[in-house]
């Protein structure tokens, strides 16, 4: 098949990073995927939950929203989905499991993901922005003095796959996954460790070989996808 863009079907989308997006934002980037534009924010709080409290331990949450006309049709506001705190707390799962907490102090870093404009991959775009931010922010802590080091683990970013006419594509549009019979997200490590992988059949179900398959591209993509993070990067002093 000849995809909308005229990509290959084991291709990402282009990817754009525009780091230190917000002004007053500890850490903050602008990711584009493609048509898909998600604004990552991390603001550093000097508190923790109460479960942490006396613990020296930090946290690392996320909250994710979409502007009313990111998409084809308003999104009225102040109607939070289930959906909505899925992809947050995604997006905070994803990122604990690369972070060092008990290097934070008994601080809670804010991860915000503010969909501009939708195209598909969302959620994945949150992700693989929102460590981008993180790294910031805890930079900056670092230079304040605050940490002794920047207490990320691993890298972290999410990718989609999905299967559309018997086709396997990688990191699908809006168009492409609203027609999809298999749809996955798949979140990994930059040692190639999944994270997280949500797969559901649309419409008929799919058998272990395409499940591995989907798995693989999904691989390659966020191998690709890591290698952008690390040249956004470039001048952070780890």
Excluded: H
Aim: proline share 2%; net charge neutral.
């Amino acid at each position: 098949m000849i995809r909308q863009d005229g990509r290959g079907l084991d291709k990402i989308r282009k990817v754009v990073i525009t780091r230190n997006y917000m002004k007053y934002a500890e850490g903050s980037c602008l990711i584009e995927l493609g048509n898909t534009k998600v604004v990552c924010t991390a603001s550093v709080e000097e508190s923790v939950p109460r479960f942490l409290k006396g613990t020296g331990t930090g946290w690392v949450t996320a909250e994710y929203g979409m502007l009313p006309r990111s998409c084809q049709s308003r999104i009225q506001r102040g109607k939070d989905s289930g959906r909505t705190y899925e992809i947050q707390r995604l997006v905070g799962r994803s990122l604990r499991t690369v972070a060092d907490m008990t290097m934070f102090g008994e601080r809670t870093i804010w991860i915000d993901c503010d969909v501009i404009q939708g195209d598909g991959g969302t959620r994945t775009a949150s992700i693989t922005g929102s460590f981008i931010a993180l790294v910031d922010a805890l930079s900056k802590m670092k230079k304040d003095g605050n940490i002794s080091a920047i207490p990320i683990k691993d890298f972290v970013a999410a990718t989609s796959v999905g299967m559309l006419n018997g086709d396997l594509l990688l990191d699908l549009c809006y168009e492409e996954d609203s027609k999809a019979g298999v749809d996955m997200n798949v979140v990994m490590t930059g040692a190639g460790e999944f994270i997280e992988i949500q797969g559901t059949a649309e419409r008929e179900p799919f058998n272990k070989e395409q499940m591995d398959k989907l798995l693989t591209l999904a691989q390659k993509g966020i191998k690709d996808l890591i290698e952008i993070q690390r040249n956004s990067l470039g001048n952070i002093s780890w």
